[in-house]
């Protein structure tokens, strides 16, 4: 078994295809709830591109109920232009300056609004997504494997599989899922701290520990949302991959999760 870093501008997987700034339009039907009420319906949101990672949704002031906004007498400059800051007011809650205005008309998202992500309950059609919108430029595919997949924290195997499924994603490292019989749950500490992805949604769990190397539990766990058991292990993120082998460091610890995957059947 070999073991080869990949360098940040040399990766081994595809790079994003979108880059910052840019603007798309978005054909799905999107909503937006705050405190049970809703505060815009659109089926004429824009990709905006903050980011190359992923998108937010921009959303046109005509379809917002303008009810609910409150300006807040705040305004600035940004990539975009001139926008002013206005909180969302119903009759239940407030989510103060949660969504910013854009009014420059030279602007490409003149009169659209960004609306803070957290302040608001999202649907795509009748579908809720957390975390942010799916990249409509991004393939995730999770294939099975029979590679051997070997993690160690510290000379310590945390978990070691030759059947885990390897999720290939535009953009991002490859990840290693591995089913929760082959994992040492000894060596793991539970952990309150939650994660967010539009694909798998919620995420929760454990992280590692070891009596020589204590760290701060990591988000990084099962998911707890209803879908096939293989994603329902734990998942060490953020690895580099080159060919046959990946090292991945665990959020969170001083010490390394060392991830090494045989390329052989």
Same mark, same amino acid.
Not at 155 to 159: D, K, N, S
Not at 182 to 189: I, K, N
């Given at each position: 078994m070999v073991e080869n870093m990949t360098s940040a501008a040399n990766p081994d997987y595809p790079r994003m295809a979108a880059e910052r700034g840019r603007v798309e339009p =978005?054909?799905?039907?999107?909503r937006g709830f705050i405190g049970g009420d809703l505060i815009f319906d659109t089926t004429e949101a824009r990709y905006v591109w903050e980011v190359p990672y992923y998108p937010q949704y921009y959303i046109p002031l005509?379809?917002?109920? =303008?009810?609910?906004?409150?300006?807040?007498?705040?305004s600035g400059q940004s990539k975009f232009g001139h926008s002013r800051l206005e909180s969302v007011t119903t009759e239940t809650s407030t989510a103060k300056s949660a969504a910013r205005v854009f009014d420059d008309p030279d602007s490409p998202v003149a009169g659209y609004v960004r609306f803070d992500w957290k302040s608001v309950?999202?649907?795509?059609?009748?579908?809720?997504i957390v975390g942010h919108p799916r990249n409509p430029y991004v393939r995730v595919d999770a294939l099975r494997s029979h590679r051997h997949v070997k993690v160690e924290l510290d000379?310590?195997?945390? =978990?070691e599989t030759t059947s885990p499924v390897l999720l290939f994603e535009t953009g991002l490292p490859t990840?290693?899922?591995?089913? +929760?019989?082959?994992?040492?749950?000894?060596?793991?500490?539970?952990?309150?701290t939650q994660s967010l992805c539009p694909y798998k949604g919620t995420t929760s769990g454990t992280g590692p520990y070891t009596s020589a190397m204590p760290c701060t539990p990591t988000s990084r766990g099962r998911t707890t949302i209803p879908c096939r058991p293989w994603l329902r292990s734990p998942?060490?993120?953020?690895?580099?991959?080159?060919?046959?082998?990946?090292?991945?460091?665990?959020?969170?610890? +001083?010490?390394? =999760? +060392?991830t090494s995957a045989d390329a052989g059947v």
């Open positions: =978005a054909p799905r039907r999107v005509r379809d917002i109920r =303008a009810e609910y906004l409150i300006d807040d007498d705040r309950e999202w649907y795509e059609e009748d579908e809720r000379g310590v195997v945390l =978990a990840r290693y899922y591995v089913d +929760r019989t082959d994992v040492s749950f000894t060596h793991l500490t539970p952990s309150e998942v060490w993120s953020r690895s580099t991959t080159r060919r046959s082998t990946s090292t991945s460091t665990v959020s969170g610890c +001083r010490g390394q =999760a +060392r």
